[in-house]
C-alpha cells in the first residue's frame, strides 16, 4: 500500500477490522522502523502516530548518524561501536540521505581536553569502527584549521583533528521507514492518538481518536509496542502501578545565514561556559549551531526555544568565531527538541546514557526508550525480539527472527548500492531538468524515488519552477508529498517534506499560499480548511524564537 493521504479512509477502516500482531504507538524512528521490520519478519502490524510521521524528536535532532564521540569520553564502548556499526550499515541502505560530513574538532591552550588526549580518542574511535570509516582521522596544524574553517579563532589555537561521520535529514529517515512498512502492507495512520491502552488480556485494545475528523476507533493487536519518545510516561500514565521512565531533556539548534558563518565543515566546539560539546554543522545552504541539554518538563509537544537558549548557544560561536559577532538578530529559524532519556541517577543532564530501555510490561505491553537515531535498526530489532514472546503467547505465529530485509536498502536507497550508482542517478536527473542543483537536491531528498517526482512533472510543467529562487526545490515536492508522503497538513510540508520553515528566510511565509492552494487541490480541502491550515501554519512559526 502506498503511503498517500489518499489512503488514510480504507487505513482506518483497516484499523477498526482487523487483529494486529502487533500494534505500535509512535510513529518516530523507533515506532517506523519497528513497523518496517514487523512486516519484514512477516507479522501483520499497524503504527498509529497522533501528529505527521517523524514529527517528534525525530525531525528535531542534530541529523548526525554518528559513534558518538562525546560517549568514548563516558567509556560507553559498546554504544559506540553498536553506533559505528550501524552508521556503516545505514551508509550503504540510505546512501541518498545518510551522507560523509567532515569534522574539525579544534583545541586550544587551556582547553579541558588537550590535543593529545583528543587524538587518542581519534584513534579509538576508527579502531571502534574496524578503521573503515569513510576516511581517517588526520591532524590539523593551526594554519591547516584556518583554511578548513575559515573565521576560525587563530589564538591559543594548538591544532585540531579533522575526522569524518555522517549527516542525514532525520525526518525523511522515518519516513522512508514509514514507507517501508506500509509498502510491506502495515496499517499506518498520522493523525490517530492514542488515549488509552486495555492490556492484560490476550487481545490488547489501543484506543485511537482520529484527529481530523474527532472519531474514536478501538485498534486491536496481540501485543502493543509503546515507543512514544519522550510522551512515554503519558501514554503509559494510564495504566496502573506506572513508574516513571523517562528523564527528558531539551535540545534546542538555531539557524543562521551561510554567509554568517561560512563553513564547509563540521566545527566540534567546547562551551565556554560548561565545556559541553557544541557543533557548529552546514546545513543545506544555511548553517546550524547546536544543541543545548536542558532538564524538560512538560508536554514535549510545548518544547521551544528560550532567548537564553539561543544566547548559550551564540555564546559558543563567539568563543570560537569572535569576529563574526554573531547576534541573536542573525537566527532566522530554531528548532527544539526533547531527548527521551531513561531515568538515571546523576544530575548531569549531559552525563544522562543514551543507550535505550526496552522492557515488557506485566500486561504484555513492549516499550522502548531512549536510544539514539543513529541505532535505531538495532533498537527496532530488540523490540521485534521483546514483541515475538507476547504475540505467540497470545495466539499469533510462532516467534520468528531477525531477517537479513532488516539491513536492506530503505525504499530510496533501493538500487544504489555503490557511490557510482548514486551519480548516475544524479546525471540522469540532472539531464530531465535544466537546474542542476535542483537534481542533486531531488537526487538527495528522495533517491531511487526521484524519478517519481518528475512524473509529476510530465504531467505538468510548470511544477519544474523553483519554490523560491535562492532554494533547489520544486513545486512538483509539494503534489508528490500530498500524493505519496502521508504530507496531511502544510506544516508537514513546510517544517518536514520541504524544510522550508528552516531553509528559507522568511521561513516559507511568502510561499505558503501556493503550497496551500496545491495541497488542497490534492486532499479536497475546503476553503476553510485552506485558510485554517494558513492561521494554524502562521501559529507555529509565531510560537518559534524571535528576536524582539
Ligand atoms: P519520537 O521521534 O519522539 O517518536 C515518538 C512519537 O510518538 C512522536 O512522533 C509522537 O508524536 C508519538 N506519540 C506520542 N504520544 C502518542 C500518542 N498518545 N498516540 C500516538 N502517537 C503518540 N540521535 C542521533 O543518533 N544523532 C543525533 O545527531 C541526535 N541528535 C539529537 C539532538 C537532539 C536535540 C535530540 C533531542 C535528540 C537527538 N538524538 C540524536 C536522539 C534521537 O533524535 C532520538 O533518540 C530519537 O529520535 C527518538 O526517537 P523515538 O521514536 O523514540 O521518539
Redesign the pocket.
Known sequence: MALSGNERPAVLERLGRQIFDLVI???????AAAARAAVLRGYSAAL????DI?????S???????GGLRYLEQMELGLVFESVSERALLARAARHIVRPLQFVFPVYRGDRVGLGTVRLGMWLYDALALFRNYERHRKLAPEEVSQVVPGIREAALRGALGYYDYRTD?GRLVLENAIAAARGGAAVASY????GLEAGRRIKVVNVRDRLSGETLAVRGRTVLC?????TD??LGNSARHQRWLRPTK?V?IVVPHERLPVKSAVVMQHPADARVVFLLPFYERTVV??TDTDFEGDPADANTTVGDVDYLLEAVAQYFPSAHLGRGDVFATWA????LVQADTDDPSAVSREERIETLPGGVVV???????TYRRIASACLDAAADVIAEAGGPPRRHEVEGERAPLPGGEGLETEARLEELGGRLSSRLNDPEVAAQLCHAYGSRAPQVLELVDERPELAGRMLPDLPLVWAQVVFAAREELALSLADVMVRRTQLTYRALDQGRGVAVRVAKLMGDELSWSEAKRKEELASYDRLLSLSFRNE
Open positions: 504507538v509512535g510513529g518516530g524512528i523507533n515506532g498509529v502516530e497522533q501528529d517523524g514529527s517528534g524528536t525525530s528535531r535532532s542534530s541529523r548526525l548518524i554518528h532525520d490517530a492518538r492514542v488515549e515507543a512514544a519518545g519522550p510522551w503519558r501514554v535540545g539548534h547546536g544543541t527538541g526533547v531527548r527521551p522502548v526508550a531512549g536510544g539514539k537515531l543513529t
